[in-house]
């Protein structure tokens, strides 16, 4: 078969992602801080956009009815200024700055001859801030009221260096030889150094080890707390403690007051310099119930309010701009502007759509709350509201709404169903129908896995002792065996 060059027309329909598109689906998957560094981020190199500060009401620009210009630009129109409106720039109302210092005010309400007394007095804003200390600073600030030789400083500064957040070594002494240049006896001696340091278990390689340092600085060395710990800490771990008992011939109650002492003990000792902030939650949509009906209010608090520079669209269409090469990056820049503010809105209307829909399908759970949330995915609402799932998945990722019942995310009200005697049961209902059971369980006495599934089978819902497992560990429920409390 011969090979031959041929020149063929074809009609074809194909999604082409441009630009403008990607920057919109980025938009719309962002969560609130995200999304407002982002659009920080866009007024920073964008000099068409500017914000829009509340305050006194300023001039808006809004688009004509003509539709654009010829050069591709939207007619904007914006208020003529007032031209006895006085103006710093133009040096119509001179600033009398020598009048102004000698009244200027200092902080401490008492007027100076300049103003400035007593200021190079007052701490700096940086002195006034306050950090948390790290388990880092803990122990640099410990070494430096030690006396440690000068060669072995480095090698002490390599292990608190390679310190996790939990306190633990996370490297050998062979690495830390090789990576510092020394010798091992070396690193031992480092070794002990920080050993010494508080918190008390620091540098400890596993948690045997953490909680055999804590009890030798206890002075426990040898009592049945430090063989628990070093024998049966696999037994410890899970409860038996006649086991232990049997094992060291000592009496139940002996190993009782042995664990509780272990208890106290501290198994993460970097924990209390652990510089976790904590999260707090922003809902980006309100939904109240306002007469027996339900109302979607977007929150618009924080967010930035965008619009396009009425200085830069006179630069623009004004004639001293023909034949100027920044003309052309100018109009960019504006098409970039209004397609960002596009975005934007497309934005607050898809999150809106797709919140409505939900409601709509979650009626009862606004009503009732968790127990009565119907099983939910991602298509019923993309149908509902013309939209492919994935737009409905960006929408619902680190959005979250403030309801009757409490602050969810979006994604919370999808989820899958069981089928039982009275119909669909969403798994976040069978979720919260165990985490009751456990809650409502004596400690000495905890319900297992199998008595869940029969309290669950007389409320007519139906499930395998392995699908109670996984929910349970899902929720961060330990098993029965490890609830039980003996003291």
Same mark, same amino acid.
């Given at each position: 078969?011969?090979?031959?060059? !041929?020149?063929?027309?074809?009609?074809?329909?194909?999604?082409?992602?441009?630009?403008?598109? =990607? =920057?919109?689906?980025?938009?719309?998957?962002?969560?609130? &801080?995200?999304? @407002?560094?982002?659009?920080?981020?866009?007024?920073?190199? $964008?000099?068409?956009?500017?914000? /829009?500060?509340?305050?006194?009401?300023?001039?808006?620009?809004?688009?004509?009815?003509?539709?654009?210009?010829?050069?591709?630009?939207?007619?904007?129109?914006?208020?003529?200024?007032?031209e006895s409106e006085p103006s710093l720039m133009t040096g119509k109302t001179p600033v009398d700055w020598e009048n102004y210092l000698e009244n200027l005010t200092d902080a401490r309400g008492s007027s100076t001859p300049r103003g400035f007394a007593d200021l190079d007095d007052k701490p700096?804003?940086?002195?006034?801030?306050?950090?948390?200390? %790290?388990?880092?600073?803990?122990?640099?600030?410990?070494?430096?009221?030690?006396?440690?030789?000068?060669e072995q400083l480095p090698v002490v500064m390599h292990i608190v260096c390679n310190l996790n957040r939990d306190g633990y070594l996370c490297c050998s002494h062979e690495e830390i030889a090789e990576a510092v #240049?020394? %010798?091992?006896?070396?690193?031992?001696?480092?070794?002990?150094?920080?050993?010494?340091?508080?918190?008390?278990?620091?540098?400890?390689?596993?948690?045997?080890?953490?909680?055999?340092?804590?009890?030798?600085?206890?002075?426990?060395?040898?009592? &049945?707390?430090?063989?628990?710990? %070093?024998?049966?800490?696999?037994?410890?771990?899970?409860?038996?403690? +006649? =086991?232990?008992?049997?094992?060291?011939?000592?009496?139940?109650?002996?190993?009782?007051?042995?664990?509780?002492?272990?208890?106290?003990?501290?198994?993460?000792? #970097?924990?209390?310099?652990? *510089?976790?902030?904590?999260?707090? @939650?922003?809902?980006? /949509?309100?939904?109240?119930?306002?007469?027996?009906?339900?109302? /979607?209010?977007?929150?618009? *608090?924080?967010?930035?309010?965008?619009?396009?520079?009425?200085?830069?669209?006179?630069?623009?269409?004004?004639?001293?701009? $023909?034949?100027?090469?920044?003309?052309?990056?100018?109009?960019?820049?504006? !098409?970039?502007?209004?397609?960002?503010?596009? %975005? @934007?809105?497309?934005?607050?209307?898809?999150?809106?759509?797709?919140?409505?829909?939900?409601?709509?399908?979650?009626?009862?759970?606004?009503?009732?709350?968790?127990?009565?949330?119907?099983?939910?995915?991602?298509?019923?609402?993309? +149908? +509902?509201?013309?939209?492919?799932?994935?737009?409905?998945?960006?929408?619902?990722?680190?959005?979250?709404?403030?309801?009757?019942?409490?602050?969810?995310?979006?994604?919370?009200?999808?989820?899958?169903?069981?089928?039982?005697?009275?119909? *669909?049961?969403?798994?976040?209902?069978?979720?919260?129908?165990?985490?009751?059971?456990?809650?409502?369980?004596?400690? +000495?006495?905890?319900?297992?896995?199998? =008595?869940?599934?029969?309290?669950? !089978?007389?409320?007519?819902?139906?499930?395998?002792?392995?699908?109670?497992?996984?929910?349970?560990?899902?929720?961060?429920? &330990?098993?029965?065996?490890?609830?039980?409390?003996?003291?």
């Open positions: 078969m011969a090979l031959e060059t !041929k020149l063929v027309q074809k009609l074809s329909q194909s999604l082409l992602m441009t630009p403008q598109l =990607q =920057q919109a689906i980025k938009l719309l998957q962002l969560g609130r &801080l995200e999304y @407002i560094e982002a659009i920080q981020k866009e007024l920073l190199e $964008n000099p068409i956009l500017e914000e /829009i500060k509340e305050g006194p009401e300023e001039p808006t620009f809004t688009a004509s009815p003509n539709g654009t210009s010829p050069d591709g630009i939207e007619e904007l129109r914006a208020p003529a200024e007032s700096s804003l940086e002195a006034t801030l306050t950090k948390s200390e %790290s388990l880092y600073d803990h122990l640099v600030s410990q070494l430096r009221m030690a006396d440690i030789d000068r #240049g020394c %010798s091992l006896e070396q690193v031992e001696k480092a070794m002990e150094i920080v050993k010494t340091l508080e918190p008390a278990g620091i540098a400890a390689r596993d948690l045997r080890e953490c909680l055999l340092m804590q009890l030798h600085l206890h002075g426990l060395g040898d009592s &049945l707390e430090w063989r628990i710990v %070093s024998e049966h800490l696999d037994k410890l771990e899970r409860k038996k403690y +006649d =086991q232990i008992a049997k094992s060291e011939k000592v009496s139940l109650d002996e190993v009782y007051k042995a664990v509780q002492a272990i208890q106290h003990l501290e198994p993460r000792p #970097g924990r209390i310099f652990s *510089d976790e902030t904590v999260r707090y @939650i922003i809902p980006d /949509i309100y939904v109240y119930k306002v007469d027996g009906e339900y109302v /979607i209010s977007l929150n618009e *608090d924080g967010m930035p309010k965008l619009r396009v520079s009425s200085y830069y669209l006179k630069l623009l269409k004004g004639s001293e701009t $023909n034949g100027n090469p920044h003309k052309e990056y100018l109009n960019e820049r504006l !098409k970039a502007a209004s397609w960002l503010i596009k %975005s @934007i809105h497309q934005r607050q209307q898809t999150i809106f759509r797709v919140t409505e829909s939900i409601v709509k399908f979650q009626k009862n759970f606004f009503d009732y709350g968790i127990e009565k949330l119907k099983p939910l995915v991602l298509k019923d609402v993309a +149908d +509902d509201i013309g939209m492919h799932e994935s737009t409905v998945s960006r929408v619902t990722t680190n959005k979250y709404v403030h309801t009757p019942q409490g602050v969810f995310e979006l994604k919370f009200f999808f989820s899958t169903g069981i089928k039982t005697g009275d119909g *669909d049961v969403s798994s976040s209902t069978i979720k919260e129908k165990i985490k009751q059971i456990i809650a409502s369980e004596t400690p +000495d006495k905890p319900i297992s896995d199998q =008595q869940i599934v029969d309290m669950l !089978k007389s409320a007519n819902i139906e499930i395998a002792r392995r699908t109670v497992a996984k929910y349970r560990e899902s929720l961060g429920i &330990l098993s029965s065996s490890k609830r039980k409390k003996v003291f």
